[in-house]
């Protein structure tokens, strides 16, 4: 899909969208011609993605609480959020998303000068909007200037997000434990490449995780079962030591201590 324009100028500005390979992103091209005897500059040109993303009507108030300006700056690897104004920072990608659904680009290094971050109202909501500014170019006589920018919009799908190679799966949010998150559910879709089917997909992981953990659910199992033991003996100490909280302290951890008990031990697992 090609878009063409003519400055008064004679200036031709070319848009057009490439559609994505087997494992390569689709594209926005730009083209900026100059069919005159002089060098002429491109100008600061302006990409905007946003604001916000849409949804159906039932999530709209959740989706407003979601949305973001999302970017992963060079170096990093862990997708984050783009705080309102402007950033100079190298970014691999930048974009707007949601829980469910990311629009990014993939700028190539060097090619904008910097990025502006804002919330703009759509209705009677804020959305998140990013504006990549373009860095002004010299364009010889009768010469061209091309900018190619991979973009994104669609479900954010973890492995369909990975084979980009682009990094677009750190828009997904695993929470805290986001290396063990990735890991598991990247043994889960192994194993659904092997058995075909999610249920004994998450039946055997849950049996591999479970194998892993028995040494800390052994130790947790002995751990309750000293305690449930020794209650008795804390009972005995809670009545004798009643008045007092700190002598019943120190009676209850040299209990623990001769027992060899840790009231913690069933924590971990």
């Known amino acids: 899909l090609v878009y063409k ?5 004679g200036t031709t500005v070319k848009k057009e969208f490439v559609p994505e390979g087997p494992n390569s992103l689709p594209r926005l091209k730009i083209t900026i ?23 159906i009507e039932t999530e709209k108030v959740e989706n407003a609480k979601i949305m973001r300006a999302v970017g992963l700056l060079d170096g990093k690897k862990k997708a984050d959020t783009i705080k309102p ?31 502006d971050s804002s919330l703009e109202l759509v209705g009677t909501v804020s959305s998140p909007k990013v504006v990549l500014t373009a860095k002004s170019v010299s364009i010889e006589p009768r010469g061209s200037h091309t900018w190619e920018v991979p973009y994104y ?15 677009l799966d750190q828009a997904i949010n695993f929470g805290v434990f986001h290396p063990i998150g990735r890991l598991v559910l990247s043994v889960l879709l192994k194993l659904h490449d092997y058995l075909g089917n999610f249920g004994w997909s998450i039946i055997i992981l849950t049996i591999m995780l479970q194998a892993m953990l028995f040494p800390f659910t052994y130790q947790s199992l ?12 804390i009972a005995r100490l809670q009545q004798r030591y009643a008045k007092d909280q700190t002598r019943l302290s120190q009676e209850t951890m040299e209990l623990y201590k001769k027992e060899g008990a840790n009231p913690l031990g069933g924590c971990l697992p």
């Open 153 to 167: 919009i669609g479900a954010k799908g973890f492995r369909w997000l990975s084979h980009y190679n682009a990094d």
């Open 85 to 115: 104004g402007a950033h100079n920072e190298n970014y691999r990608w930048v974009g707007v998303d949601n829980r469910y659904f990311l629009a990014a680009v993939v700028p190539a290094a060097g090619d904008f000068d910097h990025i």
């Open 222 to 233: 002995k751990s309750m079962a000293k305690m449930k033991r020794l209650q008795p003996e």
């Open 5 to 9: 324009s003519m400055l008064v100028d």
């Open 33 to 55: 011609e100059n069919p005159t005897a002089q060098t002429i500059n491109s100008g600061a040109w302006t990409l905007a993605i946003g604001p916000g993303l849409g949804t």
